[in-house]
């Protein structure tokens, strides 16, 4: 099965002839979409459970592949710096992850597929052989991080701190590299590591 994508610009929906009929029938005036690939993204309420940050060390199971989950893993604001064990192998999928501290903590192979990070800490983090596929690392602070063997698959990194970050055998599509070179804060032997041209 193939999906083809239409830019805004060109979706016919919002071209200001488009018939309000159609076989007899009277549609809705036509919608105008902004062309700006921006999104207003709404987060829930802050958890209020007691034991919010202590889930982590459990994780969540349910759709790991599409994050879908019966129950939001809401780690905003959590502090786990220098955490060695208990998020090693965790599955975080499509856990709230902003503003959180994951400062020195060992997620080596754990799953972040969808996590949505703007703004968490990670420096010194070890991703080693980690699945991070979808994570929104918008402003992160990833200073030092170690993405060895680690899948990075339409992850992305907007203005996010990657001085010092290892992507040693990252594994990484062709555009979202391309992405992630424009990334200013990455050193000249990092680039390299990674093949940034």
Do not use: W
Not at 10 to 16: A, F, G, I, V
Not at 122 to 149: E, P, W, Y
């Amino acid at each position: 099965m193939v999906t083809l994508s239409t830019p805004l610009s060109h979706n016919s929906l919002s071209s200001p002839e488009l018939s309000t009929k159609r076989h007899g029938c009277p549609l809705h005036q036509p919608m105008y979409l902004s062309e700006s690939p921006v999104l207003l993204l709404r987060l829930p309420p802050l958890s209020t459970e007691l034991n919010r940050c202590e889930r982590a060390f459990v994780g969540n199971t349910i759709g790991q592949a599409n994050g879908v989950y019966d129950k939001p893993l809401d780690l905003r604001f959590c502090d786990y710096t220098n955490e060695e064990s208990n998020l090693k192998g965790k599955s975080l999928t499509a856990a709230l992850i902003s503003d959180a501290k994951f400062d020195g903590a060992d997620m080596s192979e754990a799953v972040m597929s969808k996590a949505y990070a703007v703004g968490a800490s990670f420096k010194g983090t070890d991703f080693l052989n980690a699945v991070l596929d979808r994570v929104n690392f918008g402003k992160a602070n990833l200073q030092g991080a170690i993405f060895k063997n680690t899948v990075l698959s339409s992850s992305t990194f907007d203005n996010a701190q990657l001085e010092d970050a290892v992507f040693e055998d990252t594994i990484i599509g062709y555009i979202d590299l391309q992405k992630l070179c424009t990334n200013t804060s990455i050193s000249a032997e990092r680039r390299v590591e990674l093949g940034c041209r």
